[in-house]
């Protein structure tokens, strides 16, 4: 499965945006799908998570803010990003992959990778 991750840029703290991952070669719904964040000098971390069994989880930083979802039931993953803040700018990546629910958070569990794209949160 190849992954194509859109939708990055530049906002103004408060505003919102949303983050489209495109698979091709296959479709995801035999996977658990991630959104990680990688910020300049960090480490890669976990932000959403959409079970291929259904329910979403998120990381504390993001709750209440961020929304993961599929569209298109097989292709295509989002993740609703409102009321951004300027510690939420990073490049933001997708993935896929099988790993247990608490492995979840673990990018190393994750089979496929999108390319990234960047999300710049001025404040």
């Known amino acids: 499965v190849q992954l194509q991750a859109s939708g990055g840029g530049l906002v103004q703290t408060g505003h919102s945006l949303r983050l489209s991952c495109a698979a091709s070669?296959?479709?995801?719904?035999?996977?658990?799908m991630a959104w990680f964040r990688q910020a300049p000098g960090k480490e890669r971390e976990f932000v959403a998570l959409?079970?291929?069994?259904?329910?979403?989880r998120y990381a504390d930083s993001v709750k209440g803010r961020f929304t993961v979802s599929r569209e298109n039931a097989k292709t295509t993953l989002s993740l609703q990003m409102n009321n951004l803040k300027p510690e939420d700018t990073a490049v933001y990546f997708c993935?896929?992959?099988?790993?247990?629910?608490?492995?979840?958070?673990?990018?190393?569990?994750?089979?496929?990778w999108g390319q990234g794209t960047q999300v710049t949160v001025s404040s």
């Open positions: 993935a896929a992959g099988r790993p247990a629910l608490s492995a979840a958070a673990v990018p190393s569990m994750y089979y496929y």
């Open positions: 070669g296959g479709t995801i719904s035999g996977y658990e």
């Open positions: 959409s079970r291929r069994t259904g329910g979403e």
